[in-house]
T-cell receptor, first 110, second 112 residues
Framework: GQNIDQPTEMTATEGAIVQINCTYQ??????LFWYQQHAGEAPTFLSY????GLEEKGRFSSFLSRSKGYSYLLLKELQMKDSASYLC???????????FGTGTQLKVEL | DVKVTQSSRYLVKRTGEKVFLECVQD?????MFWYRQDPGLGLRLIYF???????EKGDIPEGYSVSREKKERFSLILESASTNQTSMYLC???????????FGPGTRLLVL
């Protein structure tokens, strides 16, 4: 079966760093995605990890440990516009099916 | 830029009606997907398609069917709408098996 856990809500201060964790238990793991979704909008792609380690993209970084079934999304120099829901999604098997976590609602405050 | 469009942003239907949700992508993607998104449950896969006229069930296919007659268009059909199908429906497409999915803006369906 598939089980993906991420915190429901987080609050952070503008300019700070925040880490959003995602743990998964899934058969046929074949990569992990992070998406950002603003209220009322479509999810947009942030990052993809298939091998262990850190992937950096500007203010956003994502880390994966396959042996631990663990990933995190790191957001640096937080801005108000980063207030959104962050979705962790795991790809299963050889196709492109994704299983999503329920999302972490991040609120950035002044 | 990849563009995925959905036929309606908001839709109100009555219980028992047949409902068609249309999704079109303009990037010649092979793969297309239909999800529903509900508070506390996240995105759940209803159906997907890897090619024209091909379809496979996702995690929650009950009460839904799909059609893919052309590569760019993937339709979700609610044969007889029920109130528990009130939800946000999101369509997505991707060019290959190792690529991210690109999402449409979503259709918020209310079944009365």
């Amino acid at each position: 079966g598939q089980n993906i856990d991420q915190p429901t809500e987080m609050t952070a201060t503008e300019g700070a760093i925040v880490q959003i964790n995602c743990t998964y238990q899934t058969s046929g793991f074949n990569g992990l995605f992070w998406y950002q979704q603003h209220a009322g909008e479509a999810p947009t792609f942030l990052s993809y990890n298939v091998l262990d380690g850190l992937e950096e993209k500007g203010r956003f970084s994502s880390f994966l440990s396959r042996s631990k079934g663990y990933s995190y999304l790191l957001l640096k120099e937080l801005q108000m516009k980063d207030s959104a829901s962050y979705l962790c999604a795991v790809r299963r098997g050889g196709g492109n099916k994704l299983t999503f976590g329920t999302g972490t609602q991040l609120k950035v405050e002044l | 830029d990849v563009k995925v469009t959905q036929s309606s942003r908001y839709l109100v239907k009555r219980t028992g009606e047949k409902v068609f949700l249309e999704c079109v992508q303009d990037m010649d993607h092979e793969n297309m997907f239909w999800y529903r998104q509900d508070p506390g449950l996240g995105l759940r896969l209803i159906y997907f398609s890897y090619d024209v006229k091909m379809k496979e069930k996702g995690d929650i296919p009950e009460g839904y069917s799909v059609s893919r007659e052309k590569k760019e268009r993937f339709s979700l059909i609610l044969e007889s709408a029920s109130t528990n199908q009130t939800s946000m429906y999101l369509c997505a497409s991707s060019p290959g098996n190792q690529e991210t999915q690109y999402f449409g803006p979503g259709t918020r369906l209310l079944v009365l």
